[in-house]
Structure formats: C-alpha cells, structure tokens
C-alpha cells in the first residue's frame, strides 16, 4: 500500500511539474469576413488547417496565406500572415509577434482588416515589468487615408480575449494611428510603453490591429508586444541621488536666509 502511495505521489509531482505548452490564437477579419486559429486542442489545429492555416498543437507558430473577402493575404511563396512567440519566454523578455507580408486590396472596393493575435502561458518574466508594443507599415502602393492602428496587451488571466480589459488586463496603447499621404513608399513606424505592469505568471500577451486599405492598396505590416523586467536602480545611484537632493535642498534653504 505504502509502495503504491508513494508511486502515485511521484507520477503526481512529475505530471505538476511539466511546464504548460505555448498556445497560440490567430484572427482574421475583412470586411466581417472572419477566420479563427486557436491550437490549443486537437480540434482547434483540425479547424486551423480547415481554415487554412498552418500551425502545431501547443506551437509558437501560425501562419496563413489566402484570398478573404477580396484581400489577398500573402503571394506565391511567401507567407501572408505570421504568429510567433517565445512562451513561455525568458528572464530578460517575453513577446509575441504579428507580421503581414504582402496584404493586397484586389476587391474593388475598400476594405477594413482585423488581426487578433496572441500567445499565452508565460511563465517569464515576472514581478515588475514593463510592457512596450510597436508596429510598422510599409506601403507599396496606397491612397491618402491608408491606415494602421495598432493596441496591445498582457492578460493575466491567461486568455486570448480580445480586446483586452477584465483581469490582468494592462493596456499599452492605441498606439497612434499611421495614416499614409498616398502614392508609393509610403512608410510609418510607432511605438509605446507602459511601465506600471506587475507580471504574475502564467499570463498571455496579446494584440490587435486595423488595418483600412482602399481598394488597389498594397501593404506590409507588423506588430509586436513584449514583456522585459523593469530597470531598478542600483544602490549606488539611489545615494548619488538622495545626496543630490539634498544639496539641492540645503542650497535652497541657503538662498532664503540670505
């Protein structure tokens, strides 16, 4: 009895300590067109790959290339859109990243595209942090009015809603918005940081952008949020700054005598 206790303990503690596999969620909207990846279970990769995704069960990776609502999402041999992510990250940073290669409004009207995108089970880094997003767009071919907005967050509840809010929701963002004057080689690169986050593990970051693309727009995006400890100052400086404060404040009280 004792031999099978002590067993059953063993198995449990081994199975609690395999750290949890990277999960990683994929949305694309045009013009309320919508395709979803989630391969966090076998049915979720079997409706990926329905979808027309490719990704893994548990992987960093998603990617997609096809035509959705008269947008062509990626070009012979090159992938539309990618996911990927280093969950469950390291003690220096944490991200998650969307990038768009080659977008085309071929629709004949204009279109406006939503990518939802994350990556969950963070483990690292934890405690203070500071959470930073940026993203990029570069137009081959655009009108006046092109636009890209980008907003990003860190979930401590683990999940992939978006967008954010509810537990553990801390927002950096909407970042401002780049808008192109039109023509060709257009070009905008944004980003910002909030460093208020406390990361309690296990948490997901995730992000979403909008894209409004007239029709015959012709663009390449990207997006990335990510997670880095906060920079503590050592005690040293801390010092060097309390003498200088009260240098200052002996000068001061010198100056009103006077």
Same mark, same amino acid.
Request: contains cysteine.
């Given at each position: 009895?004792?031999?099978?206790?002590?067993?059953?303990?063993?198995?449990?503690?081994?199975?609690?300590?395999?750290?949890?596999?990277?999960?990683?969620?994929?949305?694309?909207?045009?013009? %309320?067109?919508?395709?979803?990846?989630? +391969?966090?279970?076998?049915?979720?990769?079997?409706?990926?790959?329905?979808?027309?995704?490719?990704?893994?069960?548990?992987?960093?990776?998603?990617?997609?290339?096809?035509?959705?609502?008269?947008? +062509?999402?990626?070009?012979?041999?090159?992938?539309?859109?990618?996911?990927?992510? +280093?969950?469950?990250?390291?003690?220096?940073?944490?991200?998650?990243?969307?990038?768009?290669?080659? *977008?085309?409004?071929?629709?004949?009207?204009? #279109?406006?595209?939503?990518?939802?995108?994350?990556?969950?089970?963070?483990?690292?880094?934890?405690?203070?942090?500071?959470?930073?997003?940026?993203?990029?767009?570069?137009?081959?071919? /655009? &009108?006046?009015?092109? /636009?890209?907005?980008?907003?990003?967050?860190?979930?401590?509840?683990?999940?992939?809603?978006?967008?954010?809010?509810?537990?553990?929701?801390?927002?950096?963002?909407?970042?401002?918005?780049?808008? /192109?004057?039109?023509?060709?080689? &257009?070009?905008?690169?944004? /980003?910002?940081?909030?460093?208020?986050?406390?990361?309690?593990?296990?948490?997901? *970051?995730?992000?979403?952008?909008? *894209?409004?693309?007239?029709? %015959?727009?012709?663009?390449?995006?990207?997006?990335?949020?990510? *997670?880095?400890?906060?920079?503590?100052?050592?005690?040293?400086?801390?010092?060097?700054?309390?003498?200088?404060?009260?240098?200052?404040?002996?000068?001061?009280?010198?100056?009103?005598? #006077?």
């Amino acid at each position: 009895m004792k031999i099978a206790v002590g067993v059953a303990l063993t198995v449990a503690l081994v199975l609690c300590s395999v750290p949890a596999e990277a999960n990683s969620f994929l949305r694309i909207d045009v013009g %309320g067109t919508t395709l979803t990846c989630d +391969n966090s279970s076998g049915a979720g990769v079997a409706a990926c790959t329905a979808a027309g995704f490719s990704t893994a069960l548990g992987g960093n990776t998603i990617t997609f290339s096809g035509t959705v609502n008269g947008v +062509n999402i990626g070009a012979p041999g090159v992938d539309g859109v990618t996911v990927t992510g +280093n969950s469950p990250g390291t003690a220096a940073l944490s991200f998650v990243m969307a990038s768009e290669t080659v *977008l085309a409004n071929l629709s004949g009207a204009s #279109r406006t595209v939503t990518i939802d995108f994350g990556q969950n089970n963070f483990t690292l880094p934890v405690g203070a942090t500071t959470l930073s997003a940026s993203d990029t767009a570069n137009w081959t071919s /655009s &009108q006046a009015g092109d /636009s890209a907005a980008y907003t990003a967050w860190v979930r401590g509840d683990n999940t992939f809603t978006i967008p954010g809010g509810g537990p553990g929701g801390a927002l950096v963002g909407p970042l401002t918005t780049c808008v /192109s004057a039109g023509g060709v080689a &257009q070009s905008c690169a944004q /980003s910002a940081t909030n460093a208020g986050v406390t990361a309690v593990a296990p948490y997901a *970051l995730t992000g979403r952008q909008v *894209l409004t693309m007239a029709n %015959g727009t012709i663009g390449a995006y990207s997006a990335t949020v990510g *997670l880095a400890p906060r920079a503590v100052p050592e005690p040293s400086s801390l010092l060097l700054l309390g003498t200088g404060i009260l240098i200052f404040a002996g000068h001061r009280f010198k100056n009103r005598k #006077r």
